[in-house]
């Protein structure tokens, strides 16, 4: 049988003959399982939208070419893309709301466990709304902010967009997307409008269902953007922080307890709250107290503001319980395996789930609520430092592998950076840069992991290739997490790695800033919701030009994207004007118009376009080409 490599993570790959050996299957096995997986769903050419389905169209034209409705292939692989486009925005949206909401009772004085922990980030904000906020007390601005927010789930004007997406984008690309009615006015009802459109018997027009699909998407960039900027508000927007990353900051000698998920309301309380109970943990016998670690985006969340590190991110989830060391995994929402609670009970480690609407059977739940938020993380922490007794000394395994990582570069920061070198005009010497070709262009990498590719594989061999070809580079996500795991957020690994170009310049921001060196390869600017943070600094770029973020050497790569909030990231990179690379094939090759509309004709549209490419060398090469074509319409 053909060898498989599942993982080029070398702890992950450890953990892997440890479950081998302990006969505990993992989401490798399972993939294995699951192969071979269906070709009329791979394709997207499988309908059950309705109960007269499913219905299949063959691929080869021979079989039928209709569903029993009459819906052709172009229909249902819209259909299909525009669902999970709306189920992206609502996953991410909820998040946003959640945080909303949060800073809305906060200022009503019904939450004594957060506070706003960046004035002058809610200040910012304010002043991007169009609050004012002179002379006010912080709490009302903050309540404003947050009435101000909720307006884009409850506006009812087709015409007025929504507040945050208006403020966040620059003016031209506002206009160009109002021109193709897919600015949302209200993430709600363009999330239940996607639905209904796509129920049996409505939109069966492929562009106009996928138009729709983009204006969910960009529903989903709003939801981000107010879920970033609303959290840096709360808990303080990312500044650079030096820490470490991969399954060995799990300590033998701690009460290991990981967040797990997404939503920063919960997983910032377990860490201010763990180390008050130190001392509890050391009366256990865990000489280093409670160790608290990051997994999947709540991690890279907490590893940006406050240099928790990060043990794993989403593929290798799994194998933080594997190590006999983790006392307890605590879940809040998105990205969580449930097999977790199953091979936690091969072990000691409690599985806590904390969202009343995300639980797992087999696991524990423990309700979580703003309102009591401490006295919550304090019972799971407790439960942790239980579990802790319960250890099976003779099963610990804990890879000895981890990097260090420098990261949190939010906006604020890579401008504050900069600003170390023109303190007038912070922007001057990147854009100077790119002028004279020392960087050619940028590059977001993000997204998944997906068991259709190697783990972090893809990640590393494009960020290395692109970084020998000058191109600045900025990870979120899953992403974000593979290079904080080998070593690539690391100023040696921009001295190994770094094209010249690229190397001077970030040396001389480093240097500037005070880092006696460069500044790492590559950026870590936090989770799949902190994409948003690298629009914002593309748009501060496109504004200071004054032309449109689709003129900007500026590409986005998803090279192992699964979910379907990366579905609708990477759709709203396209319609934001963005070339956006997925190494995934998506689930639409049954349509070649579906295709041809999202990888050739929304370049005319929106300026940004799929490109589709599951090899990393190759998929590095295009996204070149694709940085070259940009300099050369900006006559560069
Ligand atoms: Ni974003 Fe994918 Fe999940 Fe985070 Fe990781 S899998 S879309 S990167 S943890 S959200
Ligand atoms: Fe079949 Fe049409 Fe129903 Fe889809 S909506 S399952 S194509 S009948």
Redesign the pocket.
């Known amino acids: 049988m053909e060898k498989i490599t599942v993982s080029s993570d070398p702890a992950a790959t450890e953990m892997l003959a440890v479950a081998t050996a302990a006969g505990i299957d993992t989401v490798w096995d399972r993939h294995r399982m699951q192969q071979p997986q269906c070709g009329f769903g791979s394709l997207g050419l499988c309908c059950r939208i309705c109960w007269k389905g499913p219905c299949r169209i063959d691929p080869f034209g021979e079989g039928p070419q209709f569903g029993i409705c009459g819906a052709d292939r172009d229909t249902i692989v819209a259909r299909h893309l525009a669902r999970m486009m709306a189920a992206?925005a609502a996953a991410h949206s909820e998040h946003g709301r959640h945080i909303a909401l949060a800073i809305l009772h906060l200022s009503q004085g019904r939450l004594a466990d957060y506070k706003i922990h960046d004035e002058a980030k809610l200040l910012a904000v304010a002043g991007r709304l169009g609050i004012a906020a002179e002379g006010r007390a912080v709490l009302d601005v903050a309540r404003d902010v947050a009435l101000k927010t909720l307006e884009d789930f409850q506006n009812q004007d087709d015409e007025t967009p929504c507040n945050w997406i208006s403020a966040s984008l620059p003016a031209k690309r506002i206009d160009r997307l109002r021109q193709l009615g897919v600015l949302p006015h209200n993430i709600d009802a363009t999330v239940a409008r996607t639905m209904a459109r796509t129920h049996v018997g409505c939109d069966a027009d492929y562009t106009n269902v996928l138009l729709g699909g983009i204006r969910a998407a960009l529903a989903d960039f709003n939801g981000m953007v107010l879920a970033t900027e609303l959290s840096d508000a709360l808990f303080g927007t990312p500044s650079p922080v030096v820490t470490t990353a991969n399954l060995g900051v799990i300590k033998p000698t701690a009460v290991n307890v990981a967040v797990n998920g997404?939503n920063p309301l919960l997983s910032e309380v377990i860490c201010d709250v763990a180390h008050e109970m130190d001392a509890e943990a050391r009366a256990a016998g865990a000489k280093d107290g409670v160790n608290v670690v990051g997994i999947?985006?709540t991690g890279?969340e907490v590893m940006v503001r406050h240099g928790i590190p990060l043990a794993t991110?989403?593929l290798s989830q799994e194998m933080a319980i594997l190590t006999g060391a983790l006392d307890a995994m605590v879940v809040d929402v998105?990205?969580i395996m449930p097999s977790l609670a199953r091979v936690a009970a091969c072990f000691h480690t409690q599985v806590v789930t904390t969202m009343d609407e995300n639980k797992i059977s087999g696991a524990t739940h423990v309700s979580f609520h703003e309102e009591t938020a401490r006295e919550t993380a304090r019972r799971i922490i407790a439960l942790a430092i239980n579990a802790f007794g319960r250890r099976d000394q003779a099963r610990i395994h804990v890879p000895d592998v981890k990097h260090t990582a420098i990261v949190g570069f939010s906006a604020e920061a890579v401008i504050g950076a900069l600003s170390k070198l023109d303190a007038e005009d912070p922007l001057k010497p990147l854009i100077d840069n790119i002028v004279n070709g020392n960087i050619q262009g940028v590059a977001l990498l993000?997204?998944?992991?997906n068991t259709k590719s190697t783990q972090d594989e893809s990640f590393q061999v494009i960020a290395k290739t692109l970084a020998k070809n000058n191109v600045l580079l900025l990870a979120?996500?899953?992403?974000a997490?593979a290079f904080a795991k080998h070593g690539l957020m690391t100023q040696e690994a921009t001295n190994l790695y770094a094209g010249d170009g690229l190397k001077a310049v970030l040396t001389a921001i480093g240097r500037a800033a005070g880092l006696d060196g460069p500044l790492p390869l590559v950026l870590h600017m936090g989770?799949?919701v902190d994409n948003s943070r690298a629009v914002a600094l593309a748009t501060a770029l496109a504004d200071k030009l004054g032309v449109d973020l689709s003129d900007l050497p500026v590409v986005v790569s998803?090279p192992e994207?699964?979910?379907e909030?990366?579905v609708a990231?990477g759709t709203w990179a396209l319609a934001a004007g963005f070339p956006t690379h997925l190494g995934t094939v998506p689930q639409a090759g049954g349509s070649a118009n579906v295709v041809k509309l999202v990888t050739e004709d929304a370049k005319g549209l929106f300026g940004g376009y799929f490109l589709v490419e599951p090899d990393p060398e190759v998929a590095a090469g295009k996204l070149v080409a694709a940085i070259k074509e940009k300099r050369a319409g900006l006559g560069l």
């Open positions: 992206g997404h999947c985006c890279n991110n989403y998105q990205c993000g997204g998944c992991n979120t996500g899953c992403g997490a989770s799949c998803a994207a699964m979910s909030k990366a990231i």
